[in-house]
Structure formats: C-alpha cells, structure tokens
C-alpha cells in the first residue's frame, strides 16, 4: 500500500495560482513515477502531467503545458504540481497517483496502482 495524500486545492479567481502537494507517510515515492489527473464534473478523468522517479523527465497535457509546472522532493517523499494562470475550465478534482516506471520515464497513459483521495481545485471568473 502506498497512502498518497493531496493537499492545496481550494478556490481562486481566473488568473490565480496554487500549488498542489502529494506526500506520503510511512514510505517512499523513491520508486515510483507521480502523475497528476483531475476530473471535472461531468467529464472523464484526465491525465494533467506526470514526473519520473528521478525527476528529470516531465510530461504534460497541452492543456496545461506553459501554464503547470510538476517537480517532486524524494528527501520529503513530495510531489508538488503548481497551477498557474488558472482557468474556470481548470475547475475539477485532481488526483496524484503513483506508479513503478523506470527511473527516467513516466506517462499519464500508464495504470497507475496507487492513487490519493484528491483535492478540488475551483476557479472563478
């Protein structure tokens, strides 16, 4: 068992940022790659970006490439996904989770075997 837990969501006004953490208690993330999801209401879930386990590889969805930016501290066993210049269509519930890949690659479109509770992210405009 991995328990990913998120923090950060809230509510911000178009523009806005937020920085979104996932962290783990009792374990590691040293072994795992981190991807970011959100699903909106109403609408499938989303792969947002994802980071590996070494940390030097990145992934986004063009959605939000220039405007997330994904990095992760092994030493804190933390996974940070910062959102900026948020939209209203931004608007969902994201999700970390959690996936063994090799340690410099990772994709949204992997079964990812571990995924936190999430956190709501709403934007207003």
């Known amino acids: 068992q991995l328990p990913l837990v998120e923090s950060g969501g809230g509510l911000v006004q178009t523009g806005g940022s937020l920085t979104l953490s996932c962290s783990v208690s009792g374990s590691t993330l040293d072994f795992y790659a981190i991807g970011w999801f959100r699903q909106a209401p109403g609408k499938e879930r989303e792969g947002v970006s994802c980071?590996?386990?070494?940390?030097?590889?990145?992934e986004y969805a063009d959605s939000v490439k220039g405007r997330f930016a994904i990095s992760r501290d092994n030493a804190k066993n933390t996974a940070y996904l910062q959102l900026n210049s948020l939209k209203p269509e931004d608007t969902a519930v994201f999700y970390c989770a959690a996936a063994p890949m090799a340690p410099g690659y990772c994709s949204v479109l992997y079964d990812y075997n571990y995924w936190g509770q999430g956190t709501p992210v709403t934007v207003s405009s």
């Open positions: 980071i590996s386990r070494n940390g030097h590889f990145t």
